[in-house]
């Protein structure tokens, strides 16, 4: 394997470094065509240093392929709200144009967070780009929370949102930095523990107790 000037050469791929915090850019390698397991192997490599790939100079992919690229990384994920390609349960198709009334990805999120156990990452292949502009951002959450204070990263690990509690729903506002969960416990008096202990970080209100009607009826409101 060869460096220079931040450049990684391994076979005819090579990966340069795209900014400081993350990323990196992929040539020398036909993902429409390599069956090849050293060249996977310098992926994954440089996937797990990089954390997000560009792949220039590419042909179109099918979804086969697609999907057998991506299961070299582990066992596929399928999304459980998006409508999926027929016949391909694991890929998810997304279209927009200037007059659509949602356009996916607007505002910063973490792909399936919803997930007890959310996606290791995601495979975008763009077939209809614009001439300028709809670039993608992302975001290098290690190192984001490498930089968090050890009680904050207390209060990350305790598991979401409250031990001994039965999660139904997490909503988030777009644009906005507030959210909402719809839970129920037995004991309530354990929401009230945990909120107050979690004060420090977050601004937290918890609504009045509500009897089944009632949450019913307000998880209708909040999917409607």
């Not at 993350?22 to 992926?43: M, P, R, W």
């Not at 240093?49 to 990384?73: A, N, R, S, T």
């Not at 007059?99 to 495979?123: Q, R, Y």
């Amino acid at each position: 394997m060869k460096k220079k000037r931040g450049l990684i050469q391994k076979n005819q791929i090579t990966i340069e470094p795209y900014c400081p915090n993350l990323g990196a850019i992929v040539k020398g390698v036909d993902l429409s065509q390599t069956d090849s397991s050293e060249d996977f192997s310098t992926i994954k490599k440089a996937f797990l240093d990089y954390q997000v790939l560009f792949f220039q100079e590419q042909e179109e992919i099918p979804p086969e392929k697609q999907i057998k690229l991506g299961e070299l990384f582990g066992k596929l994920h399928s999304h459980p709200a998006a409508p999926t390609m027929k016949g391909y349960p694991e890929i998810f198709g997304i279209h927009a144009h200037k007059d659509s009334k949602i356009a996916n990805g607007e505002f910063w999120h973490s792909d399936v967070s919803c997930d007890n156990e959310p996606p290791l990452g995601t495979m975008l292949q763009l077939h209809i780009l614009p001439a300028s502009g709809g670039d993608t951002m992302f975001s290098n959450m290690n190192q984001a929370y490498e930089k968090l204070s050890e009680p904050f990263k207390k209060f990350l690990d305790t598991g979401a949102p409250f031990p001994g509690v039965t999660m139904h729903g997490r909503y988030h506002a777009p644009g906005s930095v507030y959210g909402w969960i719809i839970v129920e416990t037995d004991d309530i008096s354990a929401i009230y523990k945990h909120a107050a202990e979690w004060a420090e970080f977050l601004e937290m209100k918890t609504t009045p107790v509500l009897n089944d009607e009632q949450a019913g009826e307000a998880a209708a409101s909040l999917n409607s």
